[in-house]
């Protein structure tokens, strides 16, 4: 891939990126707030400022590596916005908001995503190759519907501490023996996820539901078109 083939693809990649990442922590720390803690507001980081929320690894490495080898989808995470469960009102209902509302925000970020593609065939209509400015905006918008469905299939992982695991965690018997599972492994989590990008498995995991979410999406923006 020559440089200026990587300057496009930065061109098309970096506000969908940037604006998923932040919104997905926003949205956990706009639910906490909801829920009584008030942490991520008091700390500053419910700013759209994506600054604030930019993890050097999830944000930049991450995503940056996945590009140069051509990966098949690319997927991120910035720093997560500090919340203290001890101040919710209810503990595990409200863990379970908390942690749905990231992914949920990615869902809807695709979908405005794919209204804005929907706009920009219709209005450049058949002419669309032969206007740069819609070219780039097309390109743009479906990227980011794609990205906010991966972001948001990826989070739902049932691997703590992605959202997924705190999800599941919240929702089984706080005494079942998959708790006690999750909670082992929370510490590695990370780890695990590596692993499962190292050896390839992880596409295989995600990519059923992403095709799934994506195939619903594209009936709906087709209807639309």
Same mark, same amino acid.
């Given at each position: 891939?020559?440089?200026?083939?990587?300057?496009?693809?930065?061109?098309?990649?970096?506000?969908?990126?940037?604006?998923?990442?932040?919104?997905?922590?926003?949205?956990?720390? +706009?639910?906490?707030?909801?829920?009584?803690?008030?942490?991520?507001?008091?700390?500053?980081?419910?700013?759209?400022?994506?600054?604030?929320?930019?993890?050097?690894?999830?944000?930049? @490495?991450?995503?940056?590596?996945?590009?140069?080898?051509?990966?098949?989808? $690319?997927?991120?995470?910035?720093?997560?916005?500090?919340?203290?469960?001890?101040?919710?009102?209810?503990?595990?209902?409200?863990?379970?908001?908390?942690?749905?509302? *990231?992914?949920?925000?990615?869902?809807?970020?695709? =979908?405005?995503?794919?209204? $804005?593609?929907?706009?920009?065939?219709? @209005?450049? *209509?058949?002419?669309?190759?032969?206007?740069?400015? *819609?070219? +780039? =905006?097309?390109?743009?918008?479906?990227?980011?519907?794609?990205?906010?469905?991966?972001?948001?299939?990826?989070?739902?992982?049932?691997?703590?501490?992605?959202?997924? *695991?705190?999800?599941?965690?919240?929702?089984?018997?706080?005494?079942?023996?998959?708790?006690?599972?999750?909670?082992?492994?929370?510490?590695?989590?990370?780890?695990?996820?590596?692993?499962?990008?190292?050896?390839?498995?992880?596409?295989?995991?995600?990519?059923?539901?992403?095709?799934?979410? @994506?195939?619903?999406?594209?009936?709906?923006?087709? +209807?639309?078109?």
């Amino acid at each position: 891939m020559d440089f200026n083939s990587i300057l496009q693809q930065v061109a098309v990649m970096a506000l969908p990126v940037l604006t998923a990442i932040t919104l997905h922590e926003v949205a956990h720390g +706009w639910a906490a707030r909801r829920c009584g803690d008030r942490t991520a507001e008091a700390q500053g980081r419910l700013s759209l400022n994506p600054l604030r929320h930019v993890d050097p690894m999830g944000t930049v @490495l991450v995503p940056g590596v996945l590009l140069l080898l051509g990966a098949p989808f $690319l997927f991120g995470w910035a720093k997560p916005v500090p919340v203290n469960p001890n101040r919710f009102r209810h503990y595990r209902q409200d863990w379970v908001k908390v942690a749905a509302a *990231g992914p949920a925000s990615n869902l809807v970020m695709a =979908l405005l995503w794919g209204l $804005l593609l929907v706009a920009v065939v219709r @209005l450049f *209509g058949a002419g669309l190759d032969a206007q740069p400015y *819609g070219r +780039w =905006l097309a390109a743009m918008s479906q990227f980011g519907l794609q990205f906010n469905v991966v972001l948001a299939v990826f989070n739902l992982l049932p691997i703590p501490p992605l959202d997924g *695991g705190r999800v599941l965690t919240n929702l089984l018997p706080p005494r079942s023996a998959l708790v006690k599972v999750l909670e082992a492994i929370t510490p590695y989590g990370l780890f695990i996820v590596m692993g499962l990008v190292a050896t390839r498995l992880l596409g295989v995991l995600i990519s059923p539901p992403i095709d799934w979410v @994506l195939d619903g999406f594209n009936a709906v923006l087709s +209807w639309l078109i």
